[in-house]
């Protein structure tokens, strides 16, 4: 440790955000994706919450009434954007590697890599992690944070900070609760101890039960 | 995890610091780090400390100002800390978005930032090389 004697010592104040950067380029993403008219709905939930299917099942409600595009965020395999282009609609596929999440500016470059004329949404699908987004504004209207009861009943108390930053959740799988033994209005409530306003519904992605409801959500976003 | 990310960032400004500033050797960095980012302190700290070692900046001392949360209600214009929540599996009670005064939802006021504040280093000269 460097050690120095107290006449020696000077102190410069240096007032910098570390989030600033990403920040910055976040804001720019949204200035685009406005000019534009489009909305960019960022999603986050752990691995097998049910994001990539919940996304694909969106895009079939919607690609009739409006272009709609996917950024999907992978960290090793195109696994996710090949279940979605059978949608036919644009994907890109952002590989992060080691990121454990996914940056403005990785997004950024998506937003220049597609057409964005006949657009009016842009569904970003996260990493499958609920700690490491959260720090990360990728320029989106909005975030959702997708759980799954399959996940177990603490998911919200796990990752709160997370949760304060959405403005949707989505409880998947809620066609499983029984047999999993959780229950969907704790879940709602925890949600609702951390932020009284934030809009929760409960899914089955693979009943269709929810589903219309995360539509008309979104699309009033 | 991401207070590697962060910790990278803060060594990145801190280099350039360093590059601007030849003669100024840094030993230590100060950074307000606000309770509703919820970034693990310890982990920061340690991360800091793996990534500076064969630097220019190596040998220097992260200290961190926690940033306490406050919130701001629009529905009844209460301003001040938040309530908090025990139940949340987080180690410490964690701060809610829940105003304490009237239980609707509030707007976080204080305590996200996450931002180096200050720079404290020394300006080498002769006699402490000489003591060196």
Redesign the interface.
Known sequence: ????SPD??????????????NGKLAVENRALLDKNGITAIDFMGAIGSGKTTLITKLVGKLKERMGVAVFNGDATTSNDADAISAQNVPVVQIATING??LDANLVGKGLRKIELENLKMIFIENIGNL??P???PLGSKARVVVVSVTEGP?MV??H??MF?GAQLVVINKIDLAEVMEVSVEQLID?V???????KVIPTSCKKGTGLDEVVDFLVAV | ??EF??AS??VE?LLE?AENNPD??I?EVR?AIGE????EEEQLCFCYDSIITEMPIA???LTIEPVLAKVQCPHCHYSGPPKY?D????GTP?P????PQC???AA?SEGE???????????P?EM?ELIR
């Open positions: 440790m460097l050690e120095a020696e010592i000077y102190d410069i104040e240096l007032e910098h955000s570390l989030l600033e950067a454990c999440h700690i490491c959260a720090e990360f603490w108390r796990k709160p900070h304060l925890d609702h101890t951390l932020k009284p306003d934030l | 995890m991401h990310s962060i960032g803060l400004k610091f100024k050797r030993i950074v509703f980012t919820q970034i040998g220097s001392r929540w139940g949340a599996l987080a964690v809610t978005l829940e105003c239980g609707k939802a976080a930032e996450c931002a180096i504040r200050s720079v404290r280093y020394t300006q000269n402490a």
